[in-house]
């Protein structure tokens, strides 16, 4: 059943209260606590004894034809009426723990729905039933959220990539899945997995983020974002690069909303992520082989493929492979305004992973022809970094001006310097320019009537280089 999205409903901060202050059970995910094992039998007792006589009452087809409320509702109302008629004072507190613990297994992902709830959280990582970790604010924290043991996760995994025409076992162990929100989620299971089913969780936020929002948060200055803007609707060339968890996707949806909406855009995705507003988008997502081996459909096969589906711009949610070489095509071919991510350390790093991709995907052309190739489609390099205080941070924009000899060329027009760190160990640093104040594409910015703008934010940000030299 797909009712992925049904969320259970905040605690009553009344019942909450009493089972702190004179209760022996605690929240039902602590429950797991070595330290509690006699609650945690209780628990799963009784639970268990509920889910039996509830399999028995439920109609599926009636709740598959409801809405996820509907079918909450419903799941709720025939489990109180199993717990009401049990031979054997519950609690009040624990009957609801147990019956909200029963519907996130029936119609959700178990104890993970009030994790997924939490829009604060970016990063869920579980290494088996007992060690459930989650990244808010940059920082990675362990919870008490505990699954019954293995197998209740290893259902969790299957019912998440059940969903998307997935699949994981033993025979095929690792999966990539999504939720229906756009979370991306990897499972890599027994025997890959000594301690049990591992699953990780990128989650994104249900409200769409924008620039604005990045500078709010501290990740670039508003100037730094009217440059991203004139970038973005002068149809440059663009390759978000960064680390594991640094923004990039983030950022990736940032920029598009600045794309016009009479463009047609076609995205290649593994795991369909991107947030596209514009009403004229086509997504795609790659496939994995079937039982048999058959029907994959990589991301180069997808890229190939949009390229004959007439559009403006070519969105590659990761390149990682032989897709660069086609994206390097497409941005070269009137594709303008095409962008990816790739995961590098720095804009140089990109630029080498690039080359090394497309050396390594079997094309057989000399290393000068593939940095000409690489030195005439892409325009801009947009760098993220995590910084160690957990913040994501635009450290670089970087323009690619050619070639010297064999060598590509590019040239800073912002960086992030850092200047220091505060009592609170939070990073203190700087958007700063580098002098640049013609940029390469400022002919585009022209065209576009977008000159103005960029002008007055590269002066800004070179008057802040200014200000940290003295």
Do not use: W
């Not at 992925?4 to 606590?33: H, Y």
């Not at 959220?145 to 990539?161: A, E, G, M, T």
């Not at 790093?349 to 079997?362: C, G, W």
Request: proline fraction near 4%.
């Amino acid at each position: 059943m797909a009712f992925g999205k049904a969320r259970r409903s905040k605690p009553d901060p009344v019942q909450a209260s009493a089972v702190s202050q004179g209760s022996n059970f605690r929240n039902s995910n602590d429950l797991v606590d070595d330290r509690d094992s006699d609650d945690q039998e209780y628990f799963y007792a009784v639970k268990e004894e509920v889910r039996t006589a509830l399999v028995e009452l439920i109609d599926i087809d009636e709740i598959n034809e409801m809405t996820p409320d509907e079918a909450r509702g419903e799941v709720n109302r025939i489990a109180n009426g199993i717990i009401s008629r049990r031979v054997g004072d519950i609690p009040p507190y624990l009957a609801e723990q147990i019956v909200e613990s029963l519907a996130d297994d029936v119609l959700g992902y178990g104890p993970l729905e009030e994790l997924l709830v939490r829009d604060e959280i970016t990063d869920i990582m579980v290494n088996g039933p007992r060690n459930v970790f989650i990244e808010v604010g940059g920082r990675v924290k362990k919870t008490d959220v505990r699954f019954k043991n293995r197998d209740h996760l290893l259902n969790v995994c299957q019912r998440i990539v059940s969903q998307v025409g997935r699949r994981v076992d033993e025979s095929s162990p690792i999966a990539d899945a999504r939720l229906p929100d756009g979370s991306r989620v990897n499972i890599i299971i027994h025997p890959l997995s000594l301690d049990g089913p591992t699953l990780t969780i990128r989650k994104f936020r249900k409200q769409r983020l924008t620039l604005d929002d990045l500078v709010m948060f501290g990740s670039l200055t508003p100037d730094v974002a009217d440059i991203l803007r004139v970038i973005a609707r002068t149809r440059c060339n663009v390759i978000v690069s960064g680390g594991t968890g640094s923004g990039k996707t983030t950022l990736l949806n940032c920029l598009t909303a600045y794309i016009d909406e009479e463009e047609r855009i076609v995205t290649c995705e593994d795991a369909a992520e991107l947030q596209l507003q514009q009403p004229h988008t086509v997504r795609l997502e790659t496939r994995p082989p079937n039982l048999e081996g058959e029907g994959e459909v990589r991301m180069q096969d997808l890229v190939k493929n949009c390229l004959r589906m007439r559009p403006d711009r070519i969105i590659v949610g990761e390149v990682r492979g032989g897709e660069a070489f086609d994206l390097m095509q497409a941005m070269n071919t009137g594709h303008d305004g095409s962008m990816g991510s790739i995961h590098s350390n720095s804009p140089r790093d990109t630029i080498r992973r690039l080359e090394t991709m497309i050396t390594s995907s079997s094309f057989q052309l000399p290393t000068r022809s593939i940095r000409e190739m690489i030195s005439s489609s892409v325009e801009i390099i947009v760098h993220m970094n995590r910084l160690r205080d957990g913040r994501r941070v635009v450290t670089h924009i970087t323009e690619v001006v050619g070639m010297e000899e064999d060598v590509i060329q590019t040239q800073d027009l912002v960086r992030f310097e850092m200047t220091g760190e505060g009592a609170d160990g939070r990073i203190i640093g700087k958007h700063c320019g580098t002098g640049v104040v013609v940029p390469n594409f400022l002919s585009r910015a022209i065209y576009y009537n977008e000159d103005a703008r960029l002008k007055n934010a590269l002066s800004e940000v070179n008057r802040q280089q200014s200000i940290l030299r003295t």
